[in-house]
């Protein structure tokens, strides 16, 4: 997103406008990431971790 | 289309409120487990001499292995050393509480037994402590898992789980493998 003062010197402000939109992909891959790591995490916790029994 | 100012904040906010949800449900987690579930990270602080370890106390030969103790609790007493476990096959019963102590006479040893949750260091100085159930009968493999030397992949001992009604300690509580 451009600065509120407009373009800092040296920089073409219609190249930093062309920088705001933000990829909704960006999001999407971010969202998938994260939620397979839960799903890992979760996975090892239920079907490993858990029925392995007590520890201490 | 351009995102305000307003768009970003917004995206960040509901990023960090999906992020500390996520982290408030594996805490939750292990939260349970610990409490509710009796599942712990090994965490016993005790000191032992390691140089008089074979000499004096509780980990000479004659304590070593399987011993149903007085209060009919189950304790299994190892020795880590470089490249062997001592004894090198253990007993244990199934679907009952065991504790294994161990300790190092040399090096920093590890232990896991396959298929189960026990996993810890055996530091030499310290005596390790782990509180289990093994469910599940048969031979498990319990393999040291801290490099300890050239010999480190030849390290491993044998836990045997057998049924409690096969679990048959003679007149000093003691069980082991042998014949």
Redesign the interface.
């Given at each position: 997103?451009?600065p509120a003062g407009g373009a800092p010197p040296g920089l073409d402000p219609q190249q930093l406008?062309s920088l705001?939109?933000?990829p909704s992909g960006a999001?999407a891959l971010?969202a998938i990431a994260?939620g397979l790591l839960?799903i890992a995490?979760l996975l090892i916790?239920l079907l490993i971790?858990?029925p392995?029994?007590?520890?201490? | 289309?351009?995102?305000?100012?307003h768009?970003?904040v917004r995206?960040e906010l509901r990023?960090a409120a999906?992020?500390s949800g996520?982290v408030v449900?594996?805490f939750g987690?292990t939260l349970f487990?610990a409490l509710a579930?009796?599942?712990?990270?090994?965490s016993n602080l005790e000191r032992i001499d390691p140089k008089t370890l074979h000499l004096t106390g509780e980990f000479t030969e004659p304590n070593l292995g399987t011993r149903v103790e007085t209060n009919g609790r189950v304790t299994v007493r190892m020795v880590a050393t470089q490249f062997a476990f001592v004894p090198q096959c253990i007993v244990v019963p199934e679907a009952q509480?065991v504790t294994l102590r161990m300790s190092s006479a040399d090096v920093i040893h590890g232990i896991l037994v396959t298929?189960?949750?026990?996993n810890t260091m055996v530091v030499p100085g310290y005596v390790s402590q782990?509180?289990?159930?093994?469910?599940r009968g048969g031979d498990l493999l319990m393999p040291c898992h801290e490099f300890c030397g050239f010999g480190h992949s030849q390290m491993y001992a044998r836990v045997r789980v057998v049924p409690r009604d096969q679990f048959r300690p003679d007149a000093q509580g003691r069980v082991s493998c042998g014949p």
């Open positions: 997103m451009p406008q705001g939109p933000v999001i971010s994260v839960l995490w916790y971790y858990l392995r029994g007590m520890i201490g | 289309m351009a995102w305000t100012e768009d970003v995206s990023w999906a992020v996520f449900i594996i987690l487990a579930l009796h599942r712990n990270p090994p509480e298929g189960t949750n026990v782990v509180h289990t159930v093994f469910q």
